[in-house]
């Protein structure tokens, strides 16, 4: 069972567009939303990550939006380069800890010039 | 200060052997997760860690696989008999103590890669 799902699965934009993926999450019980940059044969970095006590966080070019109600969460990139060109995941996870951490399946993001 | 450490970075191993993953947490950390990505694929938790004691190992497959965390000495993620299926990216992660409302993150490893042959 996915319990959290992630589109589009991939998605390729021109130089300074703004490319928007989107999670939506079942469990009501996950209080901790981030995003995880991946490039090839790296691991994942964090990005930004988001709490539900807000609707919408921002730092430098990406921002998240969060709509507990729908139980969406999603990622926008301002003025995106062609260094933005990785995989993205969102992931959730609930309890006393933030280390279980629950993956979007990604979306692979082209950013061409 | 380093980054979260693992190796190899690339495995092969023939069907029917026994896989070690490696995985050194930064410096002052001492809880350790590990998760595999399939290809194409999101990142699934396996186990959490911590020095000597395994917290939560509900993602771990019931048979093959086993994690310890010694008091000295990276983790080890152990394989045996691996079989086709095995092959993925294992990447290992390592925080310091995360508690309710806190900031601090899980940093993750680059991986590593196991092919079964």
């Known amino acids: 069972q996915q319990q959290v799902k992630q589109s589009p699965q991939s998605l390729i934009v021109q130089k300074g567009g703004i490319p928007i993926i989107n999670c939506a999450y079942e469990?009501?019980?996950?209080?901790?939303f981030p995003w995880y940059q991946q490039f090839p044969g790296k691991g994942p970095a964090l990005l930004i990550a988001i709490r539900p006590d807000v609707s919408e966080k921002k730092e430098g070019r990406f921002t998240i939006s969060f709509n507990k109600s729908a139980k969406q969460f999603s990622l926008h990139i301002m003025d995106s380069q062609p260094g933005d060109s990785a995989t993205y995941f969102c992931a959730a996870s609930s309890g006393a800890g933030s280390y279980q951490l629950t993956f979007g399946k990604g979306t692979k993001l082209s950013v061409i010039p | 200060n380093a980054g979260v450490m693992q190796n190899p970075r690339h495995l092969v191993r023939r069907r029917g052997q026994e896989a070690r993953l490696r995985c050194s947490p930064m410096k002052g950390h001492s809880h350790v997760y590990w998760y595999r990505q399939l290809p194409e694929e999101g990142l699934k938790f396996m186990v959490y860690l911590q020095k000597e004691n395994i917290i939560d190992e509900s993602g771990m497959p019931k048979e093959r696989f086993s994690a310890e965390f010694p008091k000295e000495g990276p983790s080890i993620l152990r394989i045996q008999q691996v079989v086709r299926g095995d092959s993925a990216a294992y990447f290992c992660?390592?925080?310091?103590?995360?508690?309710?409302?806190?900031?601090?993150?899980?940093?993750f490893g680059q991986g590593t890669r196991l092919t079964v042959v």
């Open positions: 469990n009501t019980a996950f209080d901790y």
């Open positions: 992660a390592s925080s310091p103590d995360l508690r309710r409302g806190s900031n601090t993150e899980a940093f």
